[in-house]
């Protein structure tokens, strides 16, 4: 999850019980602390720990949230954000969409929460993101046009998409996000394909 959040542009922050793990996302580029010191900067906060009260449900914890936090749970049951004290904590609660509620707190802060609290991965799902289905939809048409034009050559059964189409796809992807990337020279390539040199 935070690698995928990363790599969509997010500044994330793990929160960690096990030290290991902690190291882990550590060592791995993320900042690393308490979920007490998020809670007054974090705009997202998801968890995804498989138990409960990672948002301890008191009036305190509640009022260090940042107005506009979203909270989402990805890991276990309603009980992983303290949904039930929460709704309790809230002088209003407004739905905005499907599975999108706002709630009001006493002195005004929004908070918005995902999924009553469920799992939100599962309960929100409204069908894959634009970003990912370009990509699908790029390979199923060239693998198309491959299995037409080598028609009589594949084999009943499941065909792996070549690496050139592969790539094309990935190449694509990229110029289209406005990301250049380096190509080898002749010399490189000879060198990587070759034996001559090196050995």
Do not use: W
Not at 107 to 116: I, T
């Amino acid at each position: 999850m935070a690698l995928r959040a990363r790599g969509l542009g997010a500044n994330v922050i793990v929160t960690e019980v096990d030290a290991i793990k902690a190291l882990q996302a550590k060592f791995a580029g993320y900042n690393v602390m308490p979920i007490e010191k998020t809670l007054p900067i974090a705009d997202i906060i998801l968890t995804a720990t498989g138990c409960k009260h990672v948002i301890q449900p008191s009036k305190e914890t509640f009022n260090k949230l940042k107005d506009g936090v979203i909270l989402g749970n990805l890991g276990h049951f309603d009980i992983e954000i303290p949904t039930k004290e929460l709704y309790e904590y809230a002088k209003e609660i407004k739905p905005l969409r499907q599975h999108v509620e706002e709630l009001i707190f006493p002195d005004g802060k929004k908070v918005y929460l995902l999924a009553k609290g469920r799992l939100a991965n599962l309960v929100l799902s409204e069908g894959h993101p634009a970003e990912v289905m370009d990509m699908s939809f790029g390979l199923q048409s060239l693998m198309s046009e491959y299995i037409v034009r080598n028609k009589g050559k594949l084999k009943p059964g499941m065909i792996d998409v070549p690496v050139d189409i592969d790539d094309r796809v990935g190449f694509l992807k990229l110029q289209a996000m406005g990301v250049e990337i380096d190509s080898l020279t002749e010399e490189q390539y000879n060198y990587i394909h070759g034996y001559e040199e090196g050995t």
